[in-house]
């Protein structure tokens, strides 16, 4: 019996995913493993360090991530897997060597990049964060050099996971990320004593390595061996001219997020820290649904970009799947902010102010993700189609109103930190306007009256959910009857109602934790009985989804020779 679970078990960790549902499905639980564990990492961190301690770690990944992002991840998101895969189907041997190749060019480009920043880091960050101090800034630098080396082990991890997806075998890449966050909370918990604010960083180092080690094996068992060329081939050349407009989309990215670093540091030393911890909640949704739907759906847009008709069905489904999962997320962040920040983040140092300040950064977030979600479905359209430049420029003209926004409300206005994320949120509403127009432009029908119903009926269906909500939250919070709506107790038809027996006293933890459920589950409820009442498709669409996911519906798998590419979440970095 032990040995037929054990047999069962290694089958699950080495065969491969033969559906995009099962891929999906894979992909989907990960991330939920994964966005989880990484709350409670940030949990841990917010109850070791002040928000003012943490703001320096979060600022000293600001450097390796640049070089990382931009000279690593940007091959990896959208070149690596299609030329290993192609050199898989010629030989296994060419296939292996372009791997090998990538690794010692990457970790050599890495490794160059990283030492000129490490030397200089100091006058760097000096220029990055000119609201920190000077001791600050030393303590930022010095974490970051630290940083450096765990990103170094990121560039071999990188290789073993693109080697992973394309042969199919998406659960052990899935499960590094998890690991990964893994590695930093156990630094955290059983370091901090020795060494302070070092200890998340040394944790960082363990988890990248806990992230290689765990996919190593595997890749090793399939063929991967590492080899001392450098010389770039035909395989690598061709990653590197498909990964060329990803890089430059990634660069942009890094210049916005190191902006809101810049303008965050003026603010406070602490609102750096409100910006990620808020950000990270606001992931939650954003990765779930919007990534990892638009990751599956990839290769079917891919394989259908020939056929017009099919390939828009596809992309509306997607969309309003896509837009019908994340708009509760939006009403429901935007009404229980400070209840999440202070389940998720409340500790003993993380105090009131920390607690509205994330939770009024959270909110801004969530007016956007709706907008997040769409900007990842229609950028893998376009990627679908062959077009990598549209997504590239649209992505430009964003980074442009984010860059105004920032420096308009922040610098100019000098508003507290929501202001970036609130930036943020207008950008990718303008960036998802623009996608959606010119993907309705390239292939026609997609924004008409029967789309703009079916969203209505959604955009209805969210703002009721959000409406009953805060009525929920506000009618049983004592809170609110003690301190905003006391006139009631006095009028005398009231007088004999024992308020006290159904209002929660929110300044406990399990009580908040109590009201918050039931307010989710009658928000959502809400939500899902306006729609069928609406009859929308998107119920429909769940209802069959389910069915299948519960075996009534058949699933068609991929063909023994066929690859198929459906790529998990990248690291969940801090």
Not at 223 to 244: M, Q, T, Y
Not at 365 to 380: S, Y
Request: proline share 4%; net charge positive; charged share 15%.
């Amino acid at each position: 019996m032990v040995n037929k679970i054990l047999n069962r078990g290694k089958k699950l960790l080495t065969d491969p995913q033969n559906s995009v549902l099962s891929a999906a499905s894979v992909i989907m639980l990960m991330i939920v493993a994964s966005r989880v564990l990484g709350l409670v990492r940030q949990r841990v961190l917010a109850n070791y360090f002040y928000p003012e301690e943490l703001s320096l770690f979060f600022a000293a990944f600001r450097l390796p991530d640049i070089i990382f992002e931009v000279l690593v991840a940007g091959s990896f998101s959208s070149a690596f897997i299609p030329v290993f895969t192609k050199f898989l189907k010629k030989g296994t041997a060419d296939a292996w060597e372009v791997a090998g190749r990538v690794v010692n060019i990457g970790l050599l480009t890495f490794g160059l990049f990283a030492l000129f920043f490490g030397l200089f880091a100091n006058q760097i960050y000096a220029v990055l964060t000119p609201g920190f101090t000077s001791y600050e800034i030393t303590q930022t630098a010095t974490i970051a050099r630290v940083l450096f080396a765990a990103q170094g082990i990121f560039v071999i991890s990188y290789v073993m996971t693109g080697v992973l997806e394309s042969l199919r075998r998406f659960l052990v890449p899935a499960l590094a990320p998890v690991l990964y966050n893994l590695g930093i909370i156990l630094g955290t918990i059983f370091l901090k004593p020795y060494f302070g604010l070092m200890a998340p960083a040394m944790g960082v180092v363990i988890g990248a390595a806990f992230h290689f080690l765990i996919q190593l094996p595997l890749a090793y068992k399939l063929g991967f061996r590492f080899s001392f060329n450098i010389k770039p081939n035909d395989g690598v050349k061709k990653i590197g001219k498909l990964a060329l407009p990803r890089v430059v989309d990634l660069s942009f990215d890094q210049i916005g997020k190191t902006i809101e670093l810049f303008l965050a540091s003026f603010i406070s030393t602490a609102s750096y820290t409100y910006y990620i911890f808020a950000n990270s909640l606001q992931l939650l949704p954003v990765s779930l649904f919007g990534t990892s739907l638009a990751k599956a759906a990839l290769p079917i847009l891919s394989r259908n970009n020939d056929n017009p008709k099919r390939f828009r069905q596809i992309l509306v489904t997607t969309i309003f799947q896509v837009i019908f999962l994340t708009a509760p997320f939006t009403v429901l962040l935007i009404v229980l902010r400070i209840p999440i920040v202070r389940l998720v983040y409340g500790t003993n140092i993380f105090d009131w102010n920390a607690t509205v300040q994330t939770g009024m950064v959270l909110s801004a977030f969530a007016v956007g993700i709706v907008f997040q979600t769409l900007m990842a479905i229609i950028g893998r359209a376009f990627f679908a189609l062959h077009d990598t430049k549209t997504p590239v420029i649209v992505s430009m003209i964003g980074l442009l109103l984010l860059i105004i926004g920032d420096v308009f409300l922040v610098w100019f206005l000098h508003m507290p930190v929501w202001a970036l994320s609130a930036s943020f949120s207008f950008s990718a509403f303008i960036e998802a306007l623009l996608l959606i127009y010119l993907i309705n432009r390239r292939i026609g029908r997609l924004m008409t009256k029967k789309t703009l119903v079916r969203f209505a009926k959604i955009a209805v269906s969210a703002l009721s959910s959000g409406i009953v909500m805060f009525f929920f939250l506000k009618f049983f919070d004592r809170y609110t009857w003690i301190k905003r709506i006391s006139f009631l107790s006095k009028i005398e038809s009231t007088k004999n109602i024992p308020f006290q027996l159904f209002v929660l006293d929110t300044r406990y933890t399990i009580n908040l934790l109590i009201l918050t459920s039931i307010v989710t589950v009658v928000g959502l409820g809400v939500y899902f009985l306006s729609l069928i009442i609406f009859k929308s498709e998107e119920i429909g669409i769940l209802t069959g989804q389910l069915k299948g996911l519960l075996g009534k519906s058949g699933v068609s798998g991929i063909a023994k020779g066929e690859q198929e590419t459906v790529i998990p979440p990248p690291t969940d970095g801090i």
